[in-house]
């Protein structure tokens, strides 16, 4: 298990290969910024805003992602999954809250190990213990957390 994955399209072709989460990255062949790699999972187009997942959640992950180390930013693995479906389930507002609070704190990146746990923290109360999957991206998801373990 690598820190590569195949992203193939609907019609089964290989798509393009990504490394794991890189800083702002947005370039297929060199990795995939956290929020891209969701957008993957779910089958979207390469875009740092998948549709499926909570405004405030993206813009939080999009900053935490590109301030913070490339061991650290390895560490969202375990929490991406869990973002899927989280747009429209009525928890923005405490979501905003909290995660704000956690910006304000932590704010400008070069995170100490404990501050990013607590972040890391902060985020996973956040998100659903559990969510609703398509059977197809059941499938990616599993492959992506079997290829990419936390």
């Known amino acids: 298990m690598g820190n590569n994955w195949d992203v193939y399209r609907a019609d089964g072709k290989r798509w393009f290969t ?35 997942v909570c405004p405030v959640l993206t813009e939080y992950v999009i900053v935490l992602n590109d301030s913070c180390s490339s061991r650290q930013r390895q ?49 996973d109360e956040m998100l659903p213990e559990t969510v609703e999957l398509s059977p197809e991206i059941a499938e990616r998801a599993l492959d992506f957390c079997q290829r990419n373990p936390g």
């Open 75 to 123: 560490e969202l693995r375990p929490l991406l999954v869990r973002m899927i479906n989280t747009r429209g389930d009525g928890k923005a507002g405490e979501r905003k809250t909290a995660l704000s609070q956690d910006h304000m704190r932590y704010r400008g990146g070069g995170y100490t190990a404990a501050e990013f746990k607590a972040i890391l923290k902060t985020l």
């Open 18 to 52: 990504r490394k794991f989460i890189d800083i702002d990255s947005h370039n297929y062949g060199t990795g995939a910024c956290a929020m891209e790699w969701v957008a993957a999972i779910v089958g979207e187009c390469h875009d740092d805003h998948p549709s499926c």
